[in-house]
């Protein structure tokens, strides 16, 4: 029997899921609210089936960007975007890609995600936290904002950007959501 290609990563990326699924989340429980080592790690060769592995609650899908669908935009925008991996330690928890925005002078919060596997465990906020440290340190003197598109149903994404300072700019992307903007 002949597998095709795409078969064959298909049984990959879901022998990583299974692996990924056996992962005992509650060991990291009791760390909620603590400085957890949060790290993130750009997508290569080495890490790319299990990025494309991660996955978000079912009804969460109409908010974000699957990491396929995102690394998809990642690589047609390769020239000023970059695609992470966010780390807990050495275990893979979730996704961000970042995007300058030359027309705008600011950096986008493209995608970002904490797996089903890893949410409500206080990772969202310091991996946010992480990500935009990481952009302070590409902006080089040349922005001094974040900007973020939000859908205004999903409110808890909401309460996470709010509270880390993004500011609600009361205006619409071109997709109807919510444009949130944090400046350093």
């Known amino acids: 029997m002949k597998v095709e290609p795409v078969d064959a990563i298909k049984g990959s990326i879901n022998a990583i899921y299974r692996i990924h699924e056996k992962i005992d989340t509650d060991k ?3 760390k909620k609210g603590t400085n957890l ?4 790690r750009e997508v290569t060769n080495d890490n790319i089936e299990a990025v494309l592995n991660l996955k978000i609650k079912e009804e969460q899908q109409t908010f974000v960007a699957s990491s396929c669908k995102s690394l998809a935009y990642a690589y047609v925008n ?8 966010i780390y807990m330690d050495n275990t893979l928890v979730g996704y961000a890609s970042i995007i ?3 027309s705008d002078n600011m950096f986008n919060l493209w995608h970002f995600f904490i797996s089903e596997l890893f949410q409500g465990k206080g990772i969202g906020k310091q991996a946010l936290g992480v990500v935009v440290e990481e952009i302070k340190g ?16 999903n409110v808890v994404a909401i309460k996470l950007y709010e509270s880390f300072g ?11 959501e919510i444009i949130m903007i944090y400046e350093f």
């Not at 080592?37 to 993130?40: G, N, R, V």
């Not at 590409?138 to 149903?153: C, D, P, T």
Request: hydrophobic share 35%; glycine share 8%.
């Open 28 to 30: 990291y429980k009791e």
């Open 37 to 40: 080592m949060i790290s993130l």
């Open 78 to 85: 390769k020239d000023n975007t970059v695609a992470f991996g």
């Open 100 to 102: 300058f925005d030359e």
């Open 138 to 153: 590409k902006s080089l003197g040349i922005a001094n904002k974040v900007a973020l598109g939000v859908e205004e149903e």
């Open 166 to 176: 993004f500011k609600d700019t009361s205006e619409r992307d071109e997709d109807g």
